[in-house]
């Protein structure tokens, strides 16, 4: 079992601000398995924003590409996300996962079917 919690949320940033989410774990060994972010707009669906692997490499949804880095400390057991040149269509929830699957191909880790582990998801607000 993992706990996943998340952090760096809540209160408002304005566009063009930047944020840095992060990403607590606990039990399982933390280094064996791919970190995800997702994100939910009021009313739309859950969607990737980025992921990275055990061995550091990792893949970002176009919308976030160039904007958002996501990196992670094994010693400390968390994953980061940070957020630059943040924009309004940012605003979501932001939600931490964890995957113990391997493929070769990090496409895969966009589906959320792909993910054990959910954290509770903190909120970010870019006002214009």
């Known amino acids: 079992q993992v706990q996943l919690i998340e952090s760096g949320g809540g209160g408002l940033v304005q566009a063009g601000g930047s944020l840095r989410l992060s990403c607590a774990a606990s039990?399982?060994?933390?280094?064996?398995?791919?970190m995800g972010w997702f994100r939910q707009a009021l009313g739309k669906e859950r969607e990737f924003v980025a992921a990275i692997r055990r061995s550091g490499g990792s893949y970002y949804a176009n919308s976030v590409k160039d904007r958002f880095t996501i990196s992670k400390d094994n010693a400390k057991n968390t994953v980061y996300l940070q957020m630059n040149s943040l924009k309004p269509e940012d605003t979501a929830k932001y939600y931490c996962a964890a995957s113990s699957r391997y493929y070769s191909t990090m496409t895969r880790y966009t589906d959320r079917s792909v993910y054990d582990y959910w954290g509770q998801g903190t909120q970010v607000t870019v006002s214009s």
């Open positions: 039990g399982r060994t933390f280094s064996n398995y791919v």
